[in-house]
């Protein structure tokens, strides 16, 4: 019962968060200095047109409550709203993209996680290797993603995969070297060494459930940092993801598609959290 | 010298060095040398000019000074923010705390990057490129606090349950005496923040600038420099271009390893 009343509660406070983020980024947008203005205005071929649709937005906007409404309904009605930009229902816009990014994160966490793990495994178990793995995790951590993916773009190496799954991999790797380290000097697992039973065995039976917790909160942290590192990677990259299309609607103040992707992110982010926070919880439930 | 005051030591020089070379006479970050665009390394240029034959020694001075600077403003500021919401939520009561705290899980619910994006694409993008810099850091600084606000609540609500503040409050200390009390004792949490803040924001800005929402035109920045990379034809006239991302690459590696104990 009282597992029940903390998931209803969690699930509640999610809720609240992404309506607090939807107000937040409708406002935001909305009180823009730069609203109601468009590049095309300056192009004398659009500029009148341009003009009138600025204005029509203008008049529509006129009250944030209604707008909030009108955004709100869009969600309601399944179709997201209407992308001011190419005037088709947000939901067209995002539904193709949504497929490239969820692969592009799912490749890039596992690939991240991957080598996070084994490095950190390695470093825990010896010292004397860790020096290998800290220093190209310090290096990575210390360029910028932009910087990294245009690296990657001159080498002619390495892909979006590439450079999201180092970036995670070398923020993870600290973390999980430290949860290791930990999990090796608990008395029970040195006592195991010392009676020299495998390792193998050590980590599936003892150091795993152990840590599952921890490596659970992780892996919310770690789809963050993907996220973050999705549009400069998108754009760079030249990918056709979400992160490609909230840049293009950023510049371009197309609300409608902004908000609808902020959403999304805001529900990710919260739902990975509420459900990485209490695996245990849940699984005693 | 201790070893752990060498990358202070390295940042200051390369700071003053910076300096140095912003101040010289006849040095401009915005002075275009028509003559030698993308020119080598000469006497005159001794990183090379870039495309508009600006010298490349004299832009990645200025970009470096700028950028810290702007940071450190930032951090602080954040710090500063953070530090004010953490404690009112640690020893306010308890509704007060958890509205706080709700709004700012709400900004740590959206990526750093994507919130930092979403917040400048929102402000004058065809600003003056002051008002650009100043617009780009504020928002830096608007956005960081929440996460060390955590931290910050965190350490408070260990401090309110400490012996000597409830032997204040029993004293009848009132809330402003308490926060004064307070204050100095965050000091431990509130310094590595500070100092975690400053990569993390020359980081972000050089992101943004790379997605041209960072620093205007003809102010220096290492975003406005990672552009530089976008044009291949370059990188086949000079390796001079590789120089930027070499010095963000090595200020940032510096900042990390200053040591962030108090």
Known sequence: ?285 | MKIRLLPLTLLAALVLGASAMVALPGASYAHQDREQPLAGATLRHPAGTDALGRDRLVRVSASLLLSLAGALAASAFTTGTAAAVGALAAFAPRGVAWLVMLVCDAFLALPWLFLLMMVRSALPLQASPAHSAAITFLVLAALGWPACARAVYRGGLGMKRAEWVLQARASGLRGSQMIRQVLPNLLPLLLPQFLVCVPAFVIAEANLGALGLGIGEPLPSWGGMLLELDNSALLFRTQWVYFPVALLILVLLLLEAIPVEA
């Open chain 1, 1 to 285: 019962m009282k597992q029940l009343h903390h998931l209803i509660g969690s699930l509640a406070r999610a809720l609240l968060l992404v309506l607090l983020v939807m107000i937040g980024s409708t406002l935001l947008v909305r009180l823009a200095p730069g609203y109601l203005s468009d590049a095309r205005e300056m192009d004398a071929h659009y500029g009148n047109t341009v003009r009138a649709e600025l204005s029509q937005e203008g008049a529509r906007s006129h009250s944030v409550p209604e707008m909030l409404v009108r955004e709100a309904g869009g969600w309601l009605r399944g179709d997201a709203g209407v992308s001011r930009q190419f005037g088709v229902p947000v939901r067209k816009l995002i539904g193709p993209r949504l497929a490239v990014t969820g692969g592009l994160l799912l490749r890039s966490l596992l690939l991240g996680w991957a080598l996070a793990l084994c490095a950190a495994l390695m470093t825990s178990l010896r010292r004397q290797s860790g020096i290998v793995w800290q220093a190209p995790a310090t290096l990575l951590l210390a360029v910028p993603t932009a910087a990294m993916a245009t690296l990657c773009l001159l080498a002619g190496g390495g892909g979006p995969v590439l450079v999201m799954s180092l970036l995670v991999a070398a923020r993870d790797f600290k973390f999980l070297c430290r949860i290791l380290r930990q999990a090796w000097l608990e008395p029970h697992l040195l006592q195991a060494r010392a009676q020299g039973i495998r390792m193998g065995r050590l980590l599936a039976a003892h150091v795993a459930p152990a840590i599952a917790g921890q490596l659970g909160a992780l892996a919310g942290l770690s789809l963050v940092t993907a996220l973050s590192a999705l549009v400069p990677v998108e754009v760079l990259f030249d990918v056709p993801g979400l992160g490609q299309l909230a840049w293009n609607a950023a510049m371009n103040r197309d609300l409608p598609v902004l908000l609808a992707i902020t959403l999304l992110m805001a529900l990710a982010v919260t739902s990975s959290s509420m459900l990485s926070g209490q695996p245990g919880e849940w699984e005693s439930a």
